[in-house]
């Protein structure tokens, strides 16, 4: 027995069937006879209804793809956002600096090279963004918690902290041989970047757990 051609309605868009297809029903050593179906046969029955679910989930994916993207452009990510940046004058640090700002975030920079960091945030006031620039040593405790609460106290809340703050890769030896090279330098990381990050998210969440809420982010090279 073989089906013929078989049509799959799309009442959703308003279209009006044609009439019941007929079946051709042949069997071995018989002639070909036509005969008008008097149900729609369980197999046409589940491919329109395929065909609807295909069509309907289709023209529902469109709609909500263009729902994220009109979200994504009309509303930032970040917007109303206070990020505080600590070694925000190396590359990943303005780089983030750039995106956050970008995303509807107010940016406090800060590092230990004063007129670098000025320049991140020159930069990113004139593609329109809200920066301030900062001198702070991030393994200064009593500095961290000034500046942190001189934030605070000028806007309101610190909503991110991130701390990409690191030694110069000069500062690793100068490519000395690890068989000649010196333990302190081997344990520069541990020495600098480990207390920095303990002393920057102690600060930040003395704030945080006050307002119940925020973001403390870390980029390591442990």
């Known amino acids: 027995m073989s089906l013929g051609p078989y049509w799959c309605p799309i009442s959703e868009r308003g279209s009006t069937p044609p009439a019941r297809p007929r079946l051709k029903l042949t ?8 005969r008008v179906s008097q149900g729609t046969p369980r197999s046409v029955a589940w491919l329109r209804g395929r065909k609807r679910n ?55 920079l800060s590092g230990r090279r004063l007129a670098t960091i000025e320049q991140v945030a020159v930069d990113i006031q004139k593609d329109g963004g809200i920066a301030h620039a900062a001198e702070v040593d991030a393994l200064d405790e009593q500095a961290v918690n000034a500046y942190l609460d001189r934030v605070v106290q000028e806007v309101g809340s610190i909503d991110i902290l ?14 000395t041989s690890t068989m000649e090279l010196p333990l302190e330098q081997f344990l520069l990381l541990l020495s600098t970047l480990v207390p920095s990050q303990f002393i920057t998210a102690r600060a930040a969440a003395r704030h945080m757990v006050r307002q119940q809420g925020g973001v403390i982010l870390f980029v390591t090279a442990i």
């Open 27 to 34: 069997a071995p050593g018989q002639h070909e006879h036509t």
């Open 54 to 108: 295909m069509n309907c989930s289709q023209e529902q994916g469109l709609k909500g793809n263009e729902r994220m993207n009109t979200a994504s452009t009309s509303t930032p990510l970040l917007k109303n956002k206070r990020a505080v940046i600590f070694g925000a004058g190396g590359a990943v640090g303005t780089a983030v600096a750039r995106e956050f700002a970008a995303q509807g975030a107010t940016v406090f």
């Open 162 to 175: 991130l701390n990409v703050m690191g030694p110069h890769p000069n500062d690793y030896g100068n490519g």
